[in-house]
């Protein structure tokens, strides 16, 4: 599981740029750092120092800082040599091909997170934290998962998991005296209590999951409607600029036509679609074919009318908006329906409004906790957790509860808590975490 090996990588983006840092950790990190610059400069711990980079005993390169975190005070636990030097990819490669030389290899994506993670500097959900925060795309996203990586949620489920245990304990009491006194023992009630508060803490966390994803994945937004109903002007209502071509001609919109904004802090992406109709243009035919797909593949249906158009009727389960647009057009005297909301979308009037109720519709999950999840392997041991729990809390409310089978329940519940911080895993899952990371990371 744990490769012993100094490893070296690019920290910072591929490409040129002013600055890139290569990250060596591992025993020989020092040495090989060490061979790299010029043989009057001594590495201290935290200590920055400008030398010359050399790619072999006479061929200097570069000048570049060089950053010796001594172990076990580093991010991985190890030895670690940040070596900052300017951004040409030449530069880079050769600096790392003579690390290489030198006896380092090269690190696999997220193996410098992984490091961390098997040295005890961080849990696993911490080190998957690191891995979203580097990859959100919101700042509202960057802050929950700076919560996770700060061990927010950690320390929720490590406080979940020491309330278990004192249950535990006493329960082993309980098992010794259990066959000189039948009466229910006196902590039954201080037992269904610590349960009731575990339960709901668990639950609490598993309730973050959609919002959690919706931070992290994003959500999407369709715009549908029949030929001409204003969903391209709407599109660029939204969107403060012109994306998306707009016309008088009907089925001026063939295709789908995404872009990217963000509401409250979550990622959306906005789909203008091709106008739903019977056709028997093949161009068109496969526009509401796409448009189609769409509808099953979002989070949140805007569905357009006008006066001169009617609603498309669909059947499906989704979040849906209904939007009256080019109310400019029509005469004073128009029943509004409390559901809808009358816009005109030419003249921005009323978009304001709509904006308003998408902010809330995209987060109506949201959650009063800071312990957030955002990914199946979270999910998936936490109801099972929580499975456990319920199953333990059940027993107990019996008039006669059979205490071996709480303990029981407990522990099985106690397990799946661990193997969502990464204190029991497999190789698999490890590598299933890790392998979407960066390679400097």
Excluded at 377 to 382: E, G, P, S
Aim: net charge neutral; with cysteine; charged share 25%.
């Amino acid at each position: 599981m744990y490769d012993s090996h100094t490893i070296v990588a690019q920290a910072t983006p591929f490409g040129r740029g002013s600055v890139s840092i290569i990250r060596l950790s591992g025993e020989k990190a020092l040495l090989i750092a060490q061979s790299l610059a010029s043989d009057s400069i001594v590495l201290r711990d935290r200590v920055v120092v400008l030398s010359s980079v050399f790619i072999d005993s006479k061929k200097k390169i570069d000048e570049a800082l060089f950053t010796y975190f001594r172990n076990p005070n580093s991010y991985t636990g190890e030895d670690i040599v940040e070596i900052s030097c300017h951004g040409n990819p030449v530069i880079v490669d050769s600096i790392i091909k003579r690390a290489c030389f030198l006896g380092a290899k090269i690190a696999e994506p997220g193996e410098f997170t992984k490091r961390a993670f098997l040295n005890g500097k961080l849990d696993l959900i911490q080190a998957e934290a690191v891995g979203d925060l580097i990859n959100s795309r919101s700042e509202e996203a960057a802050l929950h998962q700076n919560k996770n990586l700060s061990g927010s949620v950690s320390s929720t489920v490590l406080k979940i998991q020491k309330d278990l245990l004192s249950i535990l304990s006493s329960l082993e009491f309980e098992f010794d005296v259990s066959e000189l006194d039948t009466h229910l023992p006196e902590n039954v009630n201080n037992y269904l209590k610590v349960l009731k508060n575990s339960c709901l803490k668990v639950r609490s966390i598993l309730n973050s999951y959609s919002m959690g994803l919706a931070y992290t994945q994003g959500l999407r937004i369709a715009l549908v409607g029949k030929p001409n109903v204003g969903k391209s002007t709407l599109m660029n209502c939204l969107l403060g600029e012109n994306r998306s071509i707009t016309s008088s001609v009907s089925g001026t919109t063939r295709d789908t036509i995404t872009s990217e904004i963000t509401l409250s802090g979550v990622p959306v992406l906005l789909i203008d679609t091709a106008g739903i109709t019977n056709t028997d243009n093949p161009i068109e035919k496969e526009g509401v074919l796409r448009a189609s797909k769409e509808i099953e593949r979002a989070d949140i249906i805007i569905s357009m009318s006008s006066p001169k158009i009617k609603k498309i009727e669909t059947k499906h389960s989704k979040k849906t908006i209904h939007v009256y647009n080019k109310t400019d057009s029509i005469k004073a005297g128009l029943v509004k329906k409390p559901s809808y909301f009358y816009i005109s979308a030419l003249n921005n009037q009323g978009v304001d409004l709509l904006l308003e109720r998408l902010k809330l519709l995209v987060t109506e999950n949201n959650f009063s906790t800071d312990s957030t999840i955002n990914n199946l392997r979270q999910k998936d041991a936490l109801e099972k957790s929580l499975s456990s729990l319920t199953s333990a809390l059940n027993i107990l409310k019996n008039n006669k509860p059979e205490l071996e089978l709480v303990a029981f329940e407990i522990k099985d519940s106690m397990n799946f808590l661990s193997v969502f911080l990464g204190k029991v895993n497999s190789e698999d899952v490890l590598n299933g975490v890790f392998s979407n990371f960066c390679v400097g990371k």
